[in-house]
Structure formats: structure tokens, C-alpha cells
């Protein structure tokens, strides 16, 4: 008897567990191409060594907010009312040296907005993004609009440090980039929700069958004893 209830029960663990991870389908994602876009911003630079000379391992560039200042607000393909802007942490992942210099791994953080053609249709969100010169930028996930978001980004032009303080900040640097971004239609609250486990239908006994009782077979009609019925008339 043990064994023949143990596969019920590991169907019935497989139904709650698929129900507890089952999400509803995804629509197909929708990707946008933008122009190269130019952003400026300022950056500090955190020496966490207190070496007080060429960056080593660990020293940290950290850009609070870059904000576009060309290739915006309108491009071509009908995008309209772009607003973009990002903040980052650059870490240094090897002491520099002069003719050595590496680019270093950097963390960004966008903030991004744009409408389609008459503005009818518009989106905004965040979404993430990493990686080191110059190799294209990873965008590895997004919120809110931009749900789901993957993508590159190329930044089309070297980066200019702008003006570089005494301190190693950072005044008036840019970076011109270009994006490829790829995210998930669910606004209007029709993210995932969270499955509710099944329920299996409670087994009911089938109902007996009264078997019908035949019908009782019809006695004969006995003859008539009338002598009149069984002998010929006296002629």
C-alpha cells in the first residue's frame, strides 16, 4: 500500500512546486536602437590607499550624475522626449604605470525616458549596465519600464576627462554613447504575480446502480370449457 500511494504523492509535490514558480508567458521584448548621445558629468576620485600618486588597485572614480547633453530630446525613427542620465563607480583592478594604463571596471546606473511619435506612447524606468573600455557595455537588467532590459551600449567617442583637479576629481568629463536596449512590455501592473498553489478536485464515490427487476412473463389465456366452444353443433 506504501508504494502505490508514493507516485500520487510525487505528482502532487510536482503540481505545487511547478505552481509555486509557474509565471504567466512574457511577451516577445521590444528593443530600441538610439543615436550616439553625448553625457557630461562630474567624477571624484577616492584614492583608498592614500598612495598620492598614480591610481593603484581599489582607487574608485565615482561619477554622481551624468546628464545628456547632445542627441537629445528627439532622434530619428519617431523617438521623442529623451531624457537620460547615469551615475557610476569606476574601480581600478590593477596599479597603473606609465605606457600600462587599463581601463577600469565600471558599475552604471541609468535613469531613462522617451516617447514614440506624437508622444501617445511613452516609457520610463532604469535600468543597469557594466563592464571596462572599450568593449561594448553590458545593460544586465531594468525596473518599472524598462523591465527585463538587456542590451549593449558603444561609447562611440574616447572618454574626456574633462578637467582634471589636483585631487584627481574630475570637472566637466564626457562620454558619448550609444544604445542598444532590449526590455519587456509590463507596465500597467501585468508583471508576474505571485502563483497561488492548485487545488486538486476532492474524489467523489460514484452513485450505485439499482439493477431494474425484469418483467414478469404474462400467463397464458386458458381455453373456454364450454362444450359448445369444442364440439360441432347437432345438425
Same mark, same amino acid.
Given at each position: 500500500m506504501k508504494f502505490q500511494i508514493l507516485p500520487f504523492v510525487a505528482y502532487a509535490l510536482t503540481g505545487v512546486n511547478a505552481a509555486m514558480y509557474n509565471t504567466p508567458i512574457l511577451p516577445s =521584448?521590444?528593443? !530600441? %536602437?538610439?543615436? +550616439?548621445?553625448?553625457?557630461?558629468g562630474d567624477a571624484e576620485y577616492v584614492d583608498t590607499d592614500n598612495s598620492n600618486g598614480l591610481p593603484t588597485t581599489g582607487d574608485l572614480t565615482i561619477g554622481e550624475i551624468y546628464t545628456a547633453v547632445s542627441g537629445v530630446p528627439n532622434q530619428s525613427g519617431g523617438i521623442r522626449n529623451i531624457s537620460l542620465d547615469f551615475k557610476s563607480v569606476c574601480a !581600478? %583592478?590593477?596599479?597603473?604605470? =606609465?605606457?600600462?594604463? @587599463? @581601463? +577600469? @571596471?565600471c558599475q552604471y546606473e541609468f535613469g531613462f525616458k522617451f516617447c514614440r511619435r506624437n508622444n501617445s506612447n511613452c516609457r520610463e524606468g532604469t535600468f543597469s549596465a557594466h563592464g571596462s573600455g572599450p568593449d561594448k557595455i553590458r545593460i544586465t537588467g531594468g525596473a518599472d519600464g524598462f523591465f527585463g532590459a538587456f542590451g549593449q551600449i558603444t561609447t562611440t567617442q574616447d572618454f574626456n576627462t574633462g578637467t582634471v583637479e589636483a585631487n584627481g576629481d574630475l570637472t566637466g568629463s564626457t562620454v558619448e554613447m550609444k544604445i542598444e536596449i532590449c526590455y519587456y512590455d509590463v507596465l500597467n501592473d501585468s508583471a508576474p504575480t505571485i502563483p497561488t498553489v492548485p487545488t486538486f478536485p476532492t474524489p467523489t464515490a460514484p452513485a450505485p446502480t439499482i439493477p431494474t427487476v425484469p418483467t414478469r412473463p404474462t400467463r397464458p389465456t386458458r381455453p373456454n370449457n364450454n362444450v359448445a366452444d369444442v364440439l360441432p353443433p347437432l345438425v
Amino acid at each position: 500500500m506504501k508504494f502505490q500511494i508514493l507516485p500520487f504523492v510525487a505528482y502532487a509535490l510536482t503540481g505545487v512546486n511547478a505552481a509555486m514558480y509557474n509565471t504567466p508567458i512574457l511577451p516577445s =521584448p521590444i528593443c !530600441v %536602437t538610439l543615436d +550616439p548621445i553625448m553625457m557630461q558629468g562630474d567624477a571624484e576620485y577616492v584614492d583608498t590607499d592614500n598612495s598620492n600618486g598614480l591610481p593603484t588597485t581599489g582607487d574608485l572614480t565615482i561619477g554622481e550624475i551624468y546628464t545628456a547633453v547632445s542627441g537629445v530630446p528627439n532622434q530619428s525613427g519617431g523617438i521623442r522626449n529623451i531624457s537620460l542620465d547615469f551615475k557610476s563607480v569606476c574601480a !581600478v %583592478t590593477k596599479d597603473q604605470f =606609465p605606457g600600462a594604463f @587599463s @581601463s +577600469p @571596471s565600471c558599475q552604471y546606473e541609468f535613469g531613462f525616458k522617451f516617447c514614440r511619435r506624437n508622444n501617445s506612447n511613452c516609457r520610463e524606468g532604469t535600468f543597469s549596465a557594466h563592464g571596462s573600455g572599450p568593449d561594448k557595455i553590458r545593460i544586465t537588467g531594468g525596473a518599472d519600464g524598462f523591465f527585463g532590459a538587456f542590451g549593449q551600449i558603444t561609447t562611440t567617442q574616447d572618454f574626456n576627462t574633462g578637467t582634471v583637479e589636483a585631487n584627481g576629481d574630475l570637472t566637466g568629463s564626457t562620454v558619448e554613447m550609444k544604445i542598444e536596449i532590449c526590455y519587456y512590455d509590463v507596465l500597467n501592473d501585468s508583471a508576474p504575480t505571485i502563483p497561488t498553489v492548485p487545488t486538486f478536485p476532492t474524489p467523489t464515490a460514484p452513485a450505485p446502480t439499482i439493477p431494474t427487476v425484469p418483467t414478469r412473463p404474462t400467463r397464458p389465456t386458458r381455453p373456454n370449457n364450454n362444450v359448445a366452444d369444442v364440439l360441432p353443433p347437432l345438425v
